[in-house]
T-cell receptor, first 119, second 113 residues
Framework: GAVVSQHPSRVICKSGTSVKIECRSLDFQATTMFWYRQFPKQSLMLMATSNEGSKATYEQGVEKDKFLINHASLTLSTLTVTSAHPEDSSFYIC???????????????FGPGTRLTVL | GDSVTQMEGPVTLSEEAFLTINCTYTATGYPSLFWYVQYPGEGLQLLLK?????DKGSNKGFEATYRKETTSFHLEKGSVQVSDSAVYFC????????????FGSGTRLSIRP
């Protein structure tokens, strides 16, 4: 099946620094990718929709200036957590639909996640 | 808006027991329904899916049937194994949600040997 990778898998940073997380679709193109955040023992919360060639769409309550998203190509989306604080520590997961079905029926492939720890 | 409600956990069963994890949804139109599984320390994996009413998704002994009349997509397995211990997420995606995946809260399943 299709594969989505994320890099890095884990990152520890100091408060106030910025961290970039990459999401790549390895064997298919994705004009849209999604970024989620998962707190321990909780469900995935959608943060934003990354759109190739245009601005990302953020969910209500997500600060777009703090979580910068760039969809540089049909296989790469990046999430940059700017001026990170301890409360940004979380598990960040991206996904990409394979585009083979009508909208809403695409299979979504998830990356393995990136665990961010802000000291 | 669209939403998914699933059975709260944790659920603890003995090996070879029958498993049901309930899931109901609210959506406009005709969503696709999914079960995802997250094994300890791993990423999310698609377990099974159904894209229209009365479809049955199945994989690894797990089954779920898309019931439009009851807006449900309950996950079942006839005989669970220790290796099935994981967190299970019911989810939907629809045209009205622009292909976003809407997740339920997750159900943690532990299987005793």
């Amino acid at each position: 099946g299709a594969v989505v990778s994320q890099h890095p898998s884990r990152v520890i940073c100091k408060s106030g620094t910025s961290v970039k997380i990459e999401c790549r679709s390895l064997d298919f193109q994705a004009t849209t990718m999604f970024w989620y955040r998962q707190f321990p023992k909780q469900s995935l919360m959608l943060m934003a929709t990354s759109n190739e060639g245009s601005k990302a769409t953020y969910e209500q309550g997500v600060e777009k200036d703090k979580f910068l998203i760039n969809h540089a190509s049909l296989t790469l989306s990046t999430l940059t957590v700017t001026s990170a604080h301890p409360e940004d520590s979380s598990f960040y997961i991206c996904s990409a639909p394979d585009g083979r079905g009508r909208e809403g029926t695409d299979t979504q492939y998830f990356g393995p996640g990136t665990r961010l720890t802000v000291l | 808006g669209d939403s998914v409600t699933q059975m709260e956990g944790p659920v603890t069963l003995s090996e070879e027991a029958f498993l049901t994890i309930n899931c109901t949804y609210t959506a406009t139109g005709y969503p696709s329904l999914f079960w995802y599984v997250q094994y300890p320390g791993e990423g999310l994996q698609l377990l099974l899916k159904a894209t229209k009413a009365d479809d049955k998704g199945s994989n690894k002994g797990f089954e779920a049937t898309y019931r439009k009349e009851t807006t449900s997509f309950h996950l079942e397995k006839g005989s669970v194994q220790v290796s099935d211990s994981a967190v299970y997420f019911c989810a939907l995606s629809s045209y009205s949600s622009a292909s976003k995946i809407i997740f339920g809260s997750g159900t943690r399943l532990s299987i005793r040997p």
